[in-house]
């Protein structure tokens, strides 16, 4: 059952005033207060902890409850849940996954009604008040309810919006979306009776190859990072759609930068291979992720490394989506190196190499750090090479 008491203006006080402590000192003390326990103290000093950086303008907000950890891992950011909301428009959204609802705050900023469905009681609940406390009880309408009953008798809807749960009932990953909670490979005939738009939320290990498949409606895949760290991967599906579907690689930082292409142009790009030029280019994690290795090979002129590297070169400095370097000296990876490599300060990357970073840092008690980077990879004709570059400003 929801304690409202964790909401009250002394209890919010108290927790803020003890949010450095850790979670688990605080479930091991005594409760400032008889109507709280510890352990619901400690929960909410580690949901407020993790909203401030995870959804700052949640911990803004006095009054909101959080649930247990899992929850709060599983939970969209606030940079993501914006960007998926701008991908769809319309006066109604269905969110049949629920959850502690950061997703749908952030739809219901932009469509006219949301309905929150989630099958955990408590956890409905606590949404609800939740989106009372964030003013948007007008907008959001919470259902304690089994999406897959859900859909059976209502309205249609604009949007359908998804983020199966990737976990079975043991909390072990599963990798299908067949798999997933909810099922969206048996609920689709069903969805498209009621929705023209469905959004689809997987996360970032679930192939694409294989995702088109499941889903051929599929009319844009967005891979999103957040600082070149891979988050989600977001599938709109159009109900009348055929056709190849239009790729986007977004990286969101302080300026969001976002590359799109054909799936057609995809399988179409031939990449080219040969000797270092001056400069070394490391795509976004979010690019590299969509898989497109030989269409950025052709669509920026560049030369990959090899065929098993997918880090490119070119003798011009051009406007990249993600890290350029410039190569300071390519060193033979042999015994006559070694000497060299001891103690140096570096940041290590390797690519089709023998060893790992940590590996090759222990090897060569190589200590993190500094402008410069040791890439350790093989080059087009075989030889294991160190390349030496430094960061261009």
């Not at 929850?71 to 629920?98: F, M, R």
């Not at 003013?135 to 059976?152: F, G, K, P, T, Y």
């Not at 969206?184 to 995702?211: C, H, M, N, R, Y």
Request: with cysteine; glycine share 4%; net charge neutral.
């Amino acid at each position: 059952m929801l304690n409202k008491r964790l909401a009250t203006d002394v209890c919010q006080e108290w927790l803020r005033k003890h949010i450095d402590q850790e979670p688990q000192s605080i479930a091991l003390k005594k409760s400032p207060w008889p109507e709280v326990t510890s352990l619901e103290c400690a929960q909410q000093i580690e949901g407020l902890r993790t909203m401030a950086v995870k959804v700052p303008s949640w911990f803004a907000v006095w009054g909101l409850i959080y649930p247990p950890k899992l929850n709060l891992e599983q939970s969209s950011s606030e940079a993501t849940a914006q960007y998926k909301a701008s991908l769809v428009s319309g006066h109604t959204l269905w969110d049949l996954s629920g959850g502690l609802g950061v997703d749908t705050w952030a739809f219901a900023q932009r469509f006219e009604r949301v309905t929150h469905v989630e099958r955990n009681a408590e956890l409905s609940a606590l949404v609800k008040h939740n989106m009372q406390v964030l003013a948007l009880s007008e907008r959001v309408d919470c259902q304690n309810e089994e999406a897959e009953n859900w859909i059976e008798h209502k309205e249609e809807v604009s949007v359908v919006y998804l983020d199966p749960s990737r976990r079975d009932t043991h909390q072990k990953r599963v990798f299908l979306l067949s798999d997933c909670t909810p099922n969206l490979i048996e609920l689709s005939p069903k969805l498209w009776q009621k929705t023209s738009v469905i959004l689809v939320k997987t996360a970032p290990f679930l192939d694409i190859s294989s995702g088109l498949k499941e889903m051929p409606q599929t009319a844009e895949i967005h891979v999103v990072s957040v600082k070149n760290e891979v988050k989600e991967v977001l599938w709109l599906l159009k109900k009348n759609h055929q056709g190849n579907p239009r790729l986007f690689a977004v990286d969101i930082q302080t300026q969001t930068r976002s590359v799109s292409m054909d799936w057609e142009e995809v399988k179409n790009a031939q990449a080219t291979q040969g000797p270092m030029g001056k400069y070394l280019y490391e795509p976004m994690a979010s690019l590299m992720k969509l898989g497109v290795f030989s269409w950025i090979s052709s669509n920026y002129n560049l030369t990959k490394i090899s065929l098993n590297t997918h880090w490119y070169t070119h003798d011009q400095l051009i406007d990249f989506p993600g890290n350029t370097y410039i190569i300071k000296e390519i060193h033979p990876y042999k015994k006559s190196l070694f000497p060299w490599l001891k103690g140096q300060k570096a940041n290590v990357k390797c690519k089709n190499f023998s060893w790992d970073p940590p590996q090759i840092k222990k090897k060569h008690q190589i200590s993190d750090g500094g402008p410069r980077y040791l890439f350790f990879t093989t080059d087009w004709i075989g030889t294991q090479v160190v390349i030496e570059a430094e960061k261009t400003t």
